[in-house]
């Protein structure tokens, strides 16, 4: 596609002009791009493209509908961009985002497994082969004694060469998926900029997205480390920090969040939505909807790093009692919030009420504001998910969390976030020319 914008002329009003024509002025119309059939526009917040080769574009309205130069500069670059390319470029967002959600759920099972210690350095290539031949195994698994989760363990139950082989292999096989996720991400990222499909507005993005994978990895091992130094006391269980824990899980969520964000802005249609009060309610309300998301999966993050869902195994009531007493048993009080296996809970199961009331009462309000039926249906599945997760959330507490379960609801959230994240995606707020 031609469509040139480096120099500058002046053309008659009401020209049409097709791609491969150079005008040396793009002056683009309100009117006209809301006239164009929206299936062949897709727009970001910075740019519109052409999809089919027979668009064309009004020139020279009034100067009060011009769109800036900087806004032209963006229109050209992404109008140079085949709407084919664009649409790859999103699929391997999406794709990107799908790596994250896989990574969450290995990292899930991993710790519920308790198979998160069992490979006690980090080595960027050496991590890669797991031990070989026998003796390379036995070696492995001296190495693990050495640290206190095997010497916690082994109290219990004598652990054999075979057991310490499948928690391995569970933490290696997450690992190895976070660096599957970079190459993933980095080969295509290369190969899509040397071919110039990566408009200018993403670029930048796509270095914070490598910035934060990386992040993601340090955090991991930043995690993994608490683990294996922190030395318990007689009662207490080797774990990882509930602090890193809930850092490593909230970072990979914002990462998924924004390659999904960023994927669905490539491959969705854009829709105007009316400029009416309703609609402008909601569009702020989905913003509170996402972060309320993410603040209940952060705290889930602390009952998962204190083990606090195997206290308190009913609902609704704490042991027949709406106020738990050990609720601020810990000094200074603010601990209690991050430390007390009670309190997280307590937060948990209260901020997960609040955020299912918000999601209805959003849903309620969408009920009866005017919506294109995309929007709506990412709106009931937001509402269905919610009483899902809720659900999910019931039974893993009265269930003494079992694996299978635990790992589902955790899960489970990703699938709500990402409910939330495509209801406001649907509703953004379109760029004005
Ligand atoms: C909006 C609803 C909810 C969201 C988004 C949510 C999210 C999460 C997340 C992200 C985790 C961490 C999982 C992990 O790292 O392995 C978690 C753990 C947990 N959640 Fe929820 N949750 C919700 C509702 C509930 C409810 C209503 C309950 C029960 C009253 C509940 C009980 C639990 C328990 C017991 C755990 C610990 C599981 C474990 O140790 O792996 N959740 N939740």
């Known amino acids: 596609m031609s469509l040139f914008l480096h120099c500058f002329r002046r053309l008659p009003s009401n020209t049409f002009i097709s791609h491969n024509s150079s005008p040396s002025r793009l002056l683009i119309c309100k009117q006209c791009i809301q006239e164009v059939n929206l299936t062949t526009v897709k727009s970001s917040r910075t740019f519109y493209s052409a999809r089919g080769k027979s668009l064309r574009f009004c020139l020279s ?17 992404s109008l140079e961009i085949s709407a084919q390319a664009q649409k790859i470029v999103g699929t ?46 036995i070696e492995e698994f001296e190495r693990y004694k050495q640290f206190p989760e095997y010497q ?9 060469l075979s057991d310490f082989k499948f928690i391995f292999y569970m933490e290696w096989a997450h690992r190895m998926w976070g660096r599957t996720t970079g190459m ?108 309320a998301v993410f603040v209940t999966a952060l705290s889930g993050a602390f009952v998962a790093g204190l083990d606090a869902g195997l206290t308190y195994n009913s609902y609704p009531k704490m042991a027949d009692k709406w106020i738990p007493d050990d609720l601020w048993a810990f000094s200074p009080k603010w601990k209690n919030i991050f430390e007390n296996p009670t309190t997280v809970q307590f937060n948990h199961r209260h901020l997960a009420e609040s955020t299912v009331v918000l999601i209805g009462g959003f849903w309620w309000m969408a009920k009866k504001a005017p919506m294109h039926p995309r929007a709506r249906l990412a709106v009931n599945l937001l509402l269905g998910m919610a009483f899902g997760q809720a659900t999910l959330g019931i039974t893993t507490l009265l269930t003494y969390v079992p694996t ?17 994240v495509w209801v406001a995606h649907e509703l953004r707020r379109l760029p004005k020319l």
């Open 404 to 420: 299978p379960v635990a790992a589902v609801h955790q899960s489970g959230s990703l699938v709500l976030l990402s409910f939330a």
């Open 152 to 160: 916690q363990m082994s109290n219990e139950k004598e652990m054999t």
């Open 61 to 77: 309205p009034p100067k009060a509908w011009m769109i800036s130069l900087r806004k032209a500069a963006t229109v050209s670059n």
């Open 184 to 291: 993933v991400f980095l080969l295509p990222a290369l190969y899509f900029l040397r071919k110039g499909w990566v408009s200018k507005a993403l670029k930048p993005r796509l270095a914070a997205f490598a910035g934060l994978l990386g992040f993601q990895g340090f955090l991991g091992w930043y995690m993994v480390k608490s683990g294996l130094e922190e030395k318990p006391g007689p009662n207490d269980v080797a774990r990882v920090s509930q602090y890193r824990l809930a850092a490593h899980l909230g970072s990979a969520f914002i990462l998924y969040t924004l390659f999904l964000w960023q994927g669905l802005t490539h491959l969705l249609t854009p829709i105007q939505m009316p400029n009416v009060k309703s609609v402008n309610r909601l569009r702020g309300l989905a913003h509170g909807v996402m972060t």
């Open 92 to 137: 391997w967002l999406v794709g990107c985002a799908g790596m994250c959600f896989g990574a969450v759920i290995l990292g899930g099972v991993t710790r519920l497994t308790e198979s998160g210690l069992s490979m006690v350095d980090w080595k960027l290539v050496k991590d890669m082969k797991p031990p070989g031949s026998e003796a390379e195994w």
